[in-house]
Nanobody, 126 residues
Framework: QVQLVESGGGLVQAGDSLRLSCAASGRSFGRYSMGWFRQAPGKERDFVAAISFTGDYTSYADSVKGRFTISRDNAKNTVYLQMNSLKPEDTALYYC???????????????????WGQGTQVTVSS
């Protein structure tokens, strides 16, 4: 059984930084792409960033390019999201997810991901 546990969220001011972590249980973490998504109140869950199973390829939503960086440590079964220059519009519940099929190339579509964490809240005040 795969479990994903996010941490690192909090309340910050605009311009600050946060680093989110997502620890995964289960075997073969290094065979799957991982993604970060976010959902603000009353809105749909949106893609933020994804990383391929090797870590060689990453993809980002246009709204976070140049500010957010996704990375992974396969030895620790953990994926990270470094968020810099945070804006109030980044306020959301942030989820990490594991792709359903192995050996993927960092897809952005939520339907590609089979396992989801419970989320960690990020609130950015102006």
């Amino acid at each position: 059984q795969v479990q994903l546990v996010e941490s690192g969220g909090g309340l910050v001011q605009a311009g600050d930084s946060l680093r989110l972590s997502c620890a995964a249980s289960g075997r073969s973490f290094g065979r799957y792409s991982m993604g970060w998504f976010r959902q603000a109140p009353g809105k749909e869950r949106d893609f933020v960033a994804a990383i391929s199973f090797t870590g060689d390829y990453t993809s980002y939503a246009d709204s976070v390019k140049g500010r957010f960086t996704i990375s992974r440590d396969n030895a620790k079964n953990t994926v990270y999201l470094q968020m810099n220059s945070l804006k109030p519009e980044d306020t959301a519940l942030y989820y990490c997810a594991r792709q359903g099929q192995p050996l993927g190339n960092a897809p952005s579509a939520p339907r590609e991901y089979a396992y989801w964490g419970q989320g960690t809240q990020v609130t950015v005040s102006s």
